[in-house]
């Protein structure tokens, strides 16, 4: 008998419940760093969070102690009006950047997916804007988006014969949140084209050949073998460009500073205003809880609506 059979029978021989308790040590070790590392950074700010918001903290320490104010900071927020306008601005330019930047860098994944020359050369010059710095990205469309000489109203003026005035695309109310949302798209569409590659990549060629032997033309094998081989795919993109949308802050705090007329003013901005501008650190941290638990909710209904509709 060698040492492996003889092991073997002593192996199962240990009780059930030993079992499942040295395979539920495993699986928690093997969770041990995720959690921590949610804990610490997302559990642990939360409720630090939580407990600024429910206080009149300011942002530099004053004579006057720190009083708890309950719900106070949160039925403030609710009561004014440029807060509800900050959170529809935001839900238009999400409503506005999903299907424009995730169209485009679907497109272009599916573009760059084929067998092409120069393809890899291709895939590094489309993901660049995502990883140039959004600063840089917002004073160089700040340039082109110049009024009344800028180049997008000379191109505009050009093709239109002159026809078309030219348009104040960072002073008109009317189109400062689309100014910002033509710039968003293209900066990270980069980073959403990325994952549909891997995700296109990640489907299995054997499934096209039979389709292909089945007589499936094209569109009937995009439709039918890669929409959905990439539903997983769908979601993620969908749940992480939504949070991204929510988090508008750089383009708004360079290009228009929440102008003109509070049409750009959005939650984050409207947040590190009351923060660090008015010094009012726990009512910038309650605007955070109500922002981060919007989010949250949207992500989940994203999530199960995508579900349901077998995304």
């Not at 240990?14 to 093997?30: H, I, N, T, V, Y």
């Not at 949160?74 to 004014?80: A, G, H, P």
């Not at 910002?180 to 990270?188: D, K, P, T």
């Not at 296109?200 to 081989?229: C, K």
């Amino acid at each position: 008998m060698t040492l492996q059979q003889s092991a073997e029978p002593a192996i199962a021989a240990r009780p059930a419940w030993r079992r499942d308790k040295s395979r539920l040590f495993q699986e928690m070790g093997m969770l041990a760093p995720a959690v921590a590392l949610l804990t610490i950074f997302l559990i642990v700010p939360f409720l630090l969070s939580f407990w600024t918001a429910m206080t009149n903290q300011p942002l530099v320490p004053r004579p006057t102690p720190v009083r708890f104010v309950g719900f106070g900071n949160f039925l403030r927020i609710f009561r004014d009006g440029l807060f509800w306008t900050s959170l529809w601005n935001v839900s238009r330019f999400t409503f506005w950047i999903l299907p424009v930047q995730c169209g485009l860098a679907f497109a272009t994944a599916l573009l760059l997916h084929q067998k092409m020359p120069f393809r890899n050369l291709f895939r590094g010059l489309f993901f660049l804007p995502a990883i140039t710095s959004m600063v840089v990205v917002c004073v160089i469309w700040g340039t082109l988006f110049q009024y009344p000489t800028g180049p997008f109203n000379q191109v505009i003026g050009f093709l239109s014969g002159g026809a078309i005035e030219p348009i104040d695309w960072l002073g008109d109310p009317s189109w400062a949140m689309f100014s910002i949302v033509l710039l968003s798209a293209w900066q990270a569409y980069g980073f959403q084209m990325i994952v549909y590659l891997a995700g296109l990549q990640s489907i299995p060629d054997e499934l096209y050949d039979a389709a292909r032997i089945d007589g499936a033309n094209p569109l009937q094998r995009f439709w039918h073998v890669t929409m959905p081989g990439l539903r997983p795919t769908h979601v993620f993109v969908l749940v992480i460009t939504t949070i991204q949308a929510f988090k508008l802050y750089t383009q708004v705090a360079i290009l228009t500073q929440g102008g003109p007329k509070s049409s750009t003013e959005t939650v984050v901005h409207y947040m590190v205003r009351s923060g660090f501008e008015e010094q009012k650190l726990g009512y910038a941290s309650a605007v955070s809880v109500i922002l981060f638990l919007i989010v949250l909710v949207i992500a989940l209904l994203q999530r199960q609506l995508l579900r349901r509709f077998d995304v």
